[in-house]
T-cell receptor, first 115, second 111 residues
């Protein structure tokens, strides 16, 4: 089945540094990927929609200069958390739509801890 | 996307059928009902989806009422590994529309 590989699975970084999270579609081409953030005991909140070869579309309230998204190829999308702060500590998950089944497949998530 | 309403939590005995309800009274004609689940600290996993007819796969069954205003996900023989948060989502199947998650139902399987 369609698989999205997400790396790293967890990362600890210091305040003020940047962290890059990668999502790769392994056996299909993903023209669109979605990035979610999930705080403890809460549901997934969509941050942005990443389109191959064009600028990402951010949800209201998400800082595009802080959460940089690049989708340069049909199999790779990256999320970079710039100048990370402790409040950015969260579980970040990517997703891609599977065509033609209309389903969505998700990465395994990245737990970011900013200290 | 139309909104869904699910009970916040449910318990089910191991080996019994787990029936998870979902209300989607404002669903429109071209919107499908999707079910996903999320086991702790993992990405969501697709379970099943349907439009009008009941659906069954190796994981679960989906029962959609005739008026499509509610549905029930059935896990026929629940195991401890089925403990997770289950999300019911409705959306249309066109374009690259985003998947919007509600609060879901936290299902706990009891030994």
């Amino acid at each position: 089945g369609a698989v999205v590989s997400q790396h790293p699975s967890w990362v600890i970084c210091k305040s003020g540094t940047s962290v890059k999270i990668e999502c790769r579609s392994l056996d299909f081409q993903a023209t669109t990927m979605f990035w979610y953030r999930q705080f403890p005991k809460q549901s997934l909140m969509l941050m942005a929609t990443s389109n191959e070869g064009s600028k990402a579309t951010y949800e209201q309230g998400v800082e595009k200069d802080k959460f940089l998204i690049n989708h340069a190829s049909l199999t790779l999308s990256t999320l970079t958390v710039t100048s990370a702060h402790p409040e950015d500590s969260s579980f970040y998950i990517c997703s891609a739509r599977i065509i033609p089944s209309y389903g969505y497949t998700f990465g395994s998530g990245t737990r970011l801890t900013v200290v | 996307d139309a909104k869904t309403t699910q009970p916040p939590s449910m318990d089910c005995a191991e080996g019994r059928a787990a029936n998870l309800p979902c209300n989607h009274s404002t669903i429109s004609g071209n919107e499908y009902v999707y079910w996903y689940r999320q086991i702790h600290s993992q990405g969501p996993q697709y379970i099943i989806h349907g439009l009008k007819n009941n659906e069954t796969n190796e994981m679960a069954s989906l029962i959609i009422t005739e008026d499509r205003k509610s549905s029930t996900l059935i896990l026929p023989h629940a195991t401890l590994r089925d403990t997770a948060v289950y999300y019911c989502i409705v959306r249309a199947n066109f374009g690259n529309e985003k998947l919007t998650f509600g609060t879901g139902t936290r299902l706990t399987i009891i030994p």
